[in-house]
Every structure is written in C-alpha cells, then in structure tokens.
C-alpha cells in the first residue's frame, strides 16, 4: 500500500555513465515533483508535471530529464553523470496546485557517481 | 519571492524536556507553512501544516505550531522530548497558484537520554 515508490533505492555507477530513476504513485494525484537533496541536507525543487504537463523546471542541467509516461509515474533520466550529481532524489506528489495540499514524499533514492 | 529561515542547524535537548525548533518566513502572499521530519535514511513525513485557518495548529506526536504574521514566524514545538524524535525538521513555505515548496536548510533535533 506504499503512497510513492522508488526505483531503485541506491544507485551507484561511474561518471559519464546513463541512469534512470523511476517514481509511482498510488494517490491518484495530477501532480508530481523530483527534489534533489545534497550532501548538507538542503532540498531542491527540480522539476514538476501536472496532468502529464512540465510546470516547473528549475535551473537544472540539460542532461537530467523527466519523463511522464501518464499521470501515476515520474521518471527522472540522469545522462553522462558527474561526480556533482551524487545526492539523494526524492519524488513527491501532490493532488493540484491549492497550496494548502501535502506534497508526498517517496524514500528516496541514494546516487553515488564514482 | 518566497524564503524561510531555520535559525538553527542543531538543536539538542534532554529527553522529556521541551523543544523549540524556529523558522521565520518571507513571502509576498499568504503563505501556508509546513513542517516535515526526516528520519536517518528516510522520507519526509509531514508534521503538520498551516493554510490561513487556526493560527495554532497541531500535528503528529505531539508537535505544534504557532503561525504568528506580525514576526513572520512559523516555530515548532513539542511539550516533552522523546528520543524518537531526534531526526531532521524541514520548514516549507508556499502560497497560493504555485506548486512550489522551498524549503528551508533543515534543523537537526538532537535528544539526549
């Protein structure tokens, strides 16, 4: 019965390699978001769809894009890593855009690039 | 534009004594505020939120908040500490027609035995 899921939960490649990581939720939510949260714990929105739709994306490297193959599922796919992508990236999910709705998070998913 | 500060990065207390975790925010609109608690290798859980409702609010195992306009702050308190409640606290300010959260840098709750 898990709200929001991960996959996988730890990841560990070399630089320059290609990875996915791949979120569902079970809410029935229309909105999804990928954070990425670095090393001293800060959180930082990336991106978000609503509805299938990209409605944030933050000043994030070409090389990281999202995919939203319907409105359960947000997939993050990370080419050519570098060592400044290690962090931990949390999906979250939301029902619309009324401010006063919980965002639910997933576990997260631990990157490491060697 | 939208900011929140936790004015602590670490904050540790006894076990059975009070904790006060603080966040000040900024914001051009009527916020909603939130706090989340992230657990060692966990999720964030949320604690409890405020959205122009009751200005006190509570939440979860015994936290509560106390949205105060005229200092701009959004402080969590908890009555007793348990040890279980040693973990990571996130501020989050939003407002109305944005989906964003930002989140303030966390405060790590320390609870001593």
């Known amino acids: 019965d898990t709200a929001v899921s991960q996959t996988p939960k730890y990841l560990v490649t070399q630089m320059g390699n290609d990875k996915s990581i791949k979120c569902e939720q079970n809410l029935g939510h229309d909105t999804m978001y990928w954070y990425k949260q670095d090393s001293k714990k800060f959180l930082k929105i990336m991106f978000s769809?609503?509805?299938?739709?990209?409605?944030i994306n933050e000043t994030v490297p070409n090389r990281f894009s999202p995919k939203s193959p319907d409105k359960a599922h947000l997939n993050l796919h990370i080419n050519s890593l570098e060592l400044g992508d290690s962090a931990v990236y949390f999906c979250?999910?939301?029902?619309?855009?009324?401010?006063?709705?919980?965002?639910?998070f997933g576990p997260g998913t631990r990157l490491t690039v060697l | 534009a939208q900011s929140v500060t936790q004015l602590d990065s670490h904050v540790s207390v006894s076990e059975g004594t009070p904790v006060l975790l603080r966040c000040n925010y900024s914001s051009s609109y009527s916020p909603s505020l939130f706090w989340y608690v992230q657990h060692p290798n966990k999720g964030l859980q949320l604690l409890l939120k405020y959205t122009s409702a009751a200005t006190l609010v509570k939440g979860i195992n015994g936290f509560e908040a106390e949205f105060k306009k005229s200092e701009t702050s959004f402080h969590l308190t908890k009555p007793s500490a348990h040890m279980s409640d040693a973990a990571e606290y996130f501020c989050?300010?939003?407002?109305?027609?944005?989906?964003?959260?930002?989140f303030g840098t966390g405060t790590r709750l320390k609870v001593l035995a």
């Open positions: 979250a999910s939301s029902q619309g855009g009324d401010r006063a709705n919980e965002q639910f």
């Open positions: 769809y609503n509805n299938k739709e990209l409605i």
């Open positions: 989050v300010v939003t407002s109305s027609g944005t989906y964003k959260y930002i």
